[in-house]
């Protein structure tokens, strides 16, 4: 029902829906809005990693009656962020277990004085030992976290892997690395909040879940469900980086407007935001791979490890995820995957786009280049060898019920970017040339919505409603952040209405008004909600039909006419649906077996390099991106989602490099945090092949995620191409291309004419 | 404001202001705060992003990086003063046909990046076109649907901003 051949709404390149006011620079984002009487907040943060507070002073050249000042006992419910676990507080009491950790807020009527006064704030600390990597948290010399600094273990296991070795005719070592990563949204966090007796607290901010920050608001506050409402202002940019902090941000917020008895903003600046907010888990990755005599895969054994920061933020399910895509899009009889997120003094790491995915992706797919060169393969031969088809299981043991066409993938990159005849040719101009050139490839998987069991405990509910002057609201809790949700959403709404697209328009992302539909992550919002949508969608259609005479065929205006005439006879026009789960889906949380996800979205990335070796630049002069990710919504904002990810991804591999210091960032300034510009992003070519999945909205899988999981390992196996030497850490920065190409073969001394 | 800070004066989008600030505000918090022309957004606060781009006096500028008081007598325009008569620009229109904005915070600053770059040169080539955005970043787009919005908009550049095909900008 949700596959048809032909729609006039899905499909079309139909205008953003708030593409208008954001060209017209009047989209409200949070630091654009002021409220009566509105007072500035700031924060005073640890300046160590880890130790206990002994004294917290005031400057008296400060005059500290024109500040409101917050402390962990001003908290009037539970000092903690309500996430998975609540061990994070909301202020520091009484220790501080990573720098940057808040400690007091202050609040002043004006900006400039409030963020003035954070340096008059002393705090003086008795320190502890702190503990940075993965290899000191393993140790558990010091207990940073728990009782072992174990944030998170899984054990995945398939087959039997320890009997597989001895008849394999090839076993492949590798260790791969990845670094943490900053999201870099160019709209830093901010929140404003509100208080009174009578309505309880009110937040408008930049965020992606306004019922993750709702729960967090009413733990802190102690306050009832009528008490408490969240509302998204225009969010310039989120990636992962809005889906926790803002809980955080928002408590900080109305626990000084609580105080202050005055409407407190927060907006922070980019080094604050740099420096205090979450970023990508940095990963360790071991592989050990046996293969038969043919490269057929005969065991996976991998060992994880991610570094989870100082609280348990979003690392466990952060590490499911990683877990569940570490093995690839490759059928192994026998897997196992042991891994475990550790606790350290680091600024707390948290979701970023892919989740987990990216670390454990890369590392597989740089593996398989190294099996590949070991036993004198092709890279793609070896992935041809082992794909998933029809049929075949993955690690969790997974049917692929859906088709599965990673030939199909792989067959269009290649021809697309002229794969082998580049690569023989670049063979040749390397030899003579300075600049060496080399295509990498990267096949992967990316799974839709959330892990295992995880939608049926959101439990979602969304729907639409129709106003009295003739427009239809989609009621979701789903937000924009750039992605298209709003476009995506009144999209499908329309459709399976059967109306025009300008008549229907999002309802405000406000808890006050909408639904709880889940979060605005994990490559959902298509596929789940967009199906929740349109089902309650067609489920108002019949409503009409049945009740209101609305006829076979209808136009728009008759379609309202219909609503009226339902809203005379019975009130209210609302249709409302939950989710119900894909039959046929089994997920053990235990054993880690069953159906991971309910649909996956699949790709294989072409990425063409060009390393200077006089510089010690790489390049990534083109790119080629081959997906399936189910049907295509809106083919403009698909390829924007794609082209966007994959810039990212250049980032993460070749750019962007968090240098830490005492367990926070250091470079915390966009001068010294580098992204691609106009100038660093390759030509990308962006390549769909659709096959509607029955159970998302008019076909659609995730997409938002899935680009980001390629390019770093497409990239890197470019340059082993190129150079020969295997790169297996990100960020691959010039002076890390410059050690490992030196440490490789002798300089060679310069041509003297 | 206040009237013990010296006026500066100069015209944005057309119109004559004065505003009474410290000399050494940056020109993006008065046309903040003063003005209340939020279109520019602050991203970096040191001029690497170029969120709060502006043209002035026929530059395109980091509003952040500009104290008020060297804008005294200049011609300011913002995102605020593309659309005319109604009607989006043809540099706007082209931006919502092609997708080059997403979450929208980088979009003002990156419209006067590419009406700066067409008023110099109306019809850039590839290359071009990434050296006159180099100063403007996007995290959303990758920049490719950005680059194709400026091919569009030069092609349109010359139609006037009161084309049919125009979206409302009221």
């Known amino acids: 029902m949700s596959t048809h051949a032909t729609t006039r709404v899905v499909g079309a390149p139909v205008p953003r829906k708030e593409g208008v006011d954001k060209l017209l620079g009047r989209a409200c984002y949070v630091d654009d809005l002021q409220r009566e009487g509105m007072w500035y907040g700031a924060t005073v943060r640890s300046n160590i990693p880890r130790g206990i507070i002994r004294s917290i002073a005031f400057d008296r050249k400060v005059d500290w009656n024109e500040f409101v000042v917050v402390t962990a006992a001003d908290v009037p419910g539970e000092n903690h962020i309500h996430l998975i676990i609540a061990d994070q507080p909301c202020l520091a009491d009484g220790k501080v277990n990573h720098r940057e950790e808040p400690i007091v807020l202050i609040a002043h009527p004006d900006r400039n004085k409030a963020r003035e006064a954070v340096s008059a704030v002393k705090i003086e600390y008795d320190p502890l030992p702190p503990i940075f990597t993965i290899e000191e948290s393993e140790r558990q010399d010091q207990v940073v976290w728990g009782a072992d600094n174990l944030l998170k273990s899984f054990l995945l296991e398939k087959g039997d892997v320890d009997s597989a070795w001895a008849h394999a005719a090839h076993i492949v070592e590798g260790e791969y690395r990845t670094g943490a990563q900053e999201h870099l949204y160019i709209e830093n966090n901010g929140m404003i909040a509100e208080y009174s007796a009578e309505k309880g607290v009110t937040v408008w901010g930049s965020l992606q879940c306004p019922y993750y920050v709702f729960k967090s608001l009413r733990s802190v506050f102690d306050l009832p469900e009528d008490k408490v409402r969240v509302i998204q202002t225009e969010t310039g940019g989120a990636f992962g980086g809005k889906e926790d902090y803002p809980s955080n941000l928002a408590c900080h917020a109305a626990l000084l407007a609580m105080k202050s008895g005055h409407p407190v903003k927060m907006v922070y600046d980019r080094m604050e935001d740099l420096a205090a907010t979450t970023k990508r888990h940095p990963a360790r990755v071991r592989h050990r791979t046996a293969l038969d005599s043919d490269g057929k895969l005969l065991a996976i054994d991998i060992d994880l490890a991610t570094n989870g920061g100082a609280y348990a933020t979003l690392s466990s399910t952060v590490l499911s995820r990683a877990t569940l895509h570490s093995t690839g899009p490759y059928s192994c009889p026998n897997v196992r995957v042991r891994s475990r997120a550790w606790a350290t003094n680091m600024v707390p790491f948290g979701a970023f786009r892919g989740f987990g995915a990216p670390q454990t992706i890369f590392a597989m797919e740089r593996h398989m280049d190294e099996i590949a060169a070991a036993i004198g393969l092709d890279p793609v031969e070896l992935r041809r060898r082992n794909f998933l088809h029809d049929g075949d299981t993955t690690a969790t043991e997974q049917v692929m019920r859906e088709p599965v066409i990673l030939d199909r993938l792989m067959d269009r990159a290649l021809e697309e970017s002229d794969y082998y005849a580049k690569r023989q040719r670049f063979a040749a101009e390397n030899r003579v040339s300075a600049v060496k050139r080399g295509m990498g490839v990267a096949a992967f998987y990316h799974g839709s919505g959330f892990t295992g069991s995880g939608e049926v405990v959101l439990n979602s509910l969304a729907g639409v409603d129709v106003t009295p002057d003739g427009r239809v609201r989609v009621l979701v809790s789903n937000t924009e952040f750039g992605q298209g949700t709003n476009t995506i959403l009144t999209q499908v709404a329309a459709e399976a209405l059967g109306i025009d697209y300008a008549r229907v328009e999002m309802a405000p992302p406000d808890t006050g008004q909408v639904p709880n539909s889940g979060p605005t992550v994990a490559s959902r919002t298509s596929m789940v909600v967009g199906r929740l949508v349109e089902r309650a969608s067609v489920q108002l259609v019949s409503l009409l039909r049945a009740q209101a005479g609305l006829g076979a065929s209808y136009t728009t205006e008759e379609f309202f006419a219909a609503c009226e005439c339902y809203r005379q006879a019975k009130g209210e026009v609302l249709s409302t649906c939950r989710y119900e789960a894909p039959p046929g889906i089994k997920w053990d949380d235990q054993k880690y077996h069953g159906e991971a996800y309910p649909a996956f979205a699949w790709a294989v990335y072409v990425a063409q390099v060009a390393v200077d070796t006089v510089t010690y630049s790489a390049e990534v002069e083109e790119f080629w991106a081959v997906q399936e990710v189910g049907r295509v919504l809106h083919p403009v904002l698909a390829a924007g989602q794609i082209e966007g990810g994959i810039a990212q991804g250049v980032g993460y591999a070749l750019y962007e490099k968090v240098v830490w210091q005492d367990g926070s960032m250091a470079n915390n300034q966009m001068t010294n945090y580098i992204m691609p510009t106009a100038e660093d992003v390759p030509p990308i070519h962006v390549f769909f092949e659709e096959i509607p999945f029955r159970h998302g909205a008019f076909g659609a899988k995730g997409i938002g995620e899935l680009p980001h999981d390629g390019p770093a390992p497409a990239i890197l196996n470019a340059i082993r191409d190129a150079t020969g030497v295997a790169f297996n850490s990100i960020p691959l920065l010039p002076e890390d291309l410059f050690a490992g190409l030196a440490a490789s073969q002798p300089i060679e001394e310069p041509i003297t004419l | ?170």
């Open chain 2, 1 to 170: 404001m206040s009237v013990l800070w010296p006026a500066v004066r100069f015209t944005v989008n057309g119109e004559v202001r004065e505003v009474h600030a410290p000399p050494m505000k940056r020109l993006l918090d008065v046309l903040r705060e003063e003005l209340k022309l939020t279109g520019a957004k602050e991203g970096c606060g040191e001029g690497e992003c170029g969120s709060c781009s502006v043209r002035m006096n026929g530059e395109l500028v980091n509003s952040c990086l500009i104290p008020v008081l060297q804008a005294e007598g200049a011609e300011i325009q913002t995102v605020e003063g593309l659309a005319a008569n109604g009607k989006l620009h043809p540099i706007q229109e082209a931006f919502l046909q092609c997708g080059g904005a997403q979450c929208g915070i980088c979009t003002p600053g990156m419209l006067m990046a590419t009406a700066q770059l067409l008023a110099a040169n109306p019809h850039p080539n590839l290359a071009e076109i990434r050296e006159g955005l180099a100063g403007n970043l996007c995290r959303c787009t990758g920049f490719i649907r950005i680059f194709e919005s400026v091919v569009v908009a030069a092609t349109r550049d010359s139609a006037s901003a009161t084309d049919e095909g125009a979206h409302d900008a009221r």
